[in-house]
């Protein structure tokens, strides 16, 4: 037996060992969800089970109280797996960040099972918030240097079905503040300055955008705010908007048009505009070929099969930016929810299902494979 197989069937052997943890663990993230940059529940959960198991944890890394690092190992070559844990509002983990947080947690465990053999530190980071749009957990860890000295990065996201390498989009995320001035709505409307109508004509604006936008453009956004009272002219409406595009450069000078339209609202209507956000915006997805390939055979052998991408973009992530400057994957693992899709509460139930916990045991092993084969390779 070769000294790769050897390994695997060690790391194999490891994740099957923990499989009731591992599986204990995906539930109790999925039964407490947690918004972004609130798990605390989650990532103690998470940093207390790698530190019983030997690693070396610290807490609140990169100024992020729900952040963590945990360390393993002194090999020449370190390789993190990346843990998520936010959720969702109202449909909890609609995205399956559970199955993502319990799934590096054991591929992490794994590899520190052969770190020595394989001259490998093993890196189990916990990256709050992936949810929140703008200045998300990764970005900020990344700008705090917490993911310096790591040759490579790796992680699984939970979708209806297996995706070797998902189109992930560069997204950035506005927050927006219109000012008016309240009033009687029957008595002294002409009094009034209508803080909503500015959203209204940035929607109109935003509809006729998409005509002159690239087919894989998104813009999408909620009202959060459109005032207090149907008899009271709105003084202030908020909304939050985000825009897509396939690479990074694209992003920004759609988030400008973006801007322009919020802005030809306050032009027309009188009112104010505040608009805050986009400064930090997640990157296009780039999927190492290297890793990725391993990955990709690493699943076969599993069990799973990668049918061909129809080109849609499948969203944004933060673990974009971690790409840019670091070897990086980030595939999909199926989770069989169809006809339920990600963010949609069918897929919430699904991500604590049968199928979803044979992808947290798939996904660690999966992972772990392929940092052994990252770890014996000397060409990445």
């Known amino acids: 037996m070769s000294d790769s197989a050897g390994f695997k069937k060690r790391a194999q052997a490891d994740v099957q060992s923990r499989k009731v943890e591992l599986l204990e663990v995906g539930h109790e993230i999925h039964s407490n969800p947690e918004l972004g940059f609130k798990e605390f529940k989650a990532s103690q959960l998470l940093a207390s089970r790698a530190e019983t198991a030997g690693f070396e ?15 393993y190992g002194s090999g020449s070559k370190t390789v993190a797996l990346c843990a998520e844990y936010d959720a969702l509002p109202e449909i909890g983990h609609a995205c399956g960040h559970n199955i993502i947080a319990a799934s590096s947690l054991g591929a992490a465990l794994a590899l520190a099972s052969v770190a020595d053999d394989c001259d490998l530190t093993v890196k189990l980071i916990g990256t709050p918030a992936e949810e929140v749009g703008n200045a998300a957990g990764k970005i900020v860890l990344l700008e705090a240097g917490v ?4 040759d490579a990065a790796m992680m699984v996201h939970p979708a209806p079905d297996d995706v070797l390498r998902p189109l992930m989009i560069a997204a950035g995320m506005l927050d927006i503040e219109a000012i008016g001035n309240p009033s009687h709505a029957a008595f002294y409307p002409e009094l009034g300055v209508n803080a909503a109508d500015v959203m209204t004509v940035a929607q109109v604006g935003i509809g006729l955008l998409r005509q002159h936008i690239l087919p894989t453009d998104r813009i999408h956004g909620i009202l959060v705010k459109g005032g207090d009272a149907p008899n009271i002219i709105p003084a202030l409406a908020t909304a939050r908007y985000m825009a897509r595009s396939v690479r990074l450069a694209n992003l920004e000078p759609l988030l400008k048009k973006v801007t322009n339209c919020f802005e030809a609202g306050a032009l027309a209507t009188g009112a104010e ?6 400064d930090k915006p997640y990157a296009d997805v780039r999927h190492n070929p290297d890793l990725s390939s391993w990955y990709g055979v690493n699943a076969n052998a599993l069990g799973r099969s ?3 991408s129809d080109g849609r973009p499948s969203g944004s992530t933060d673990m974009g930016n971690v790409s840019h400057v670091i070897p990086s994957i980030h595939p999909f693992i199926g989770i069989e929810s169809s006809p339920a899709v990600n963010h949609q509460p069918g897929f919430t139930d699904a991500a604590a299902g049968e199928s979803g916990d044979r992808a947290i045991v798939d996904g660690a ?10 770890a014996l390779s000397p060409n990445l």
């Open 57 to 71: 944890v610290e807490v609140g890394s990169g100024g992020l109280k729900t952040a963590f690092v945990a360390t």
């Open 147 to 150: 993911f310096e000295g790591v």
């Open 273 to 278: 505009v505040r608009i805050s956000g986009g």
């Open 306 to 308: 990668f049918p061909e």
């Open 365 to 374: 092993t999966a992972l772990a494979w392929t940092g052994i084969d990252f």
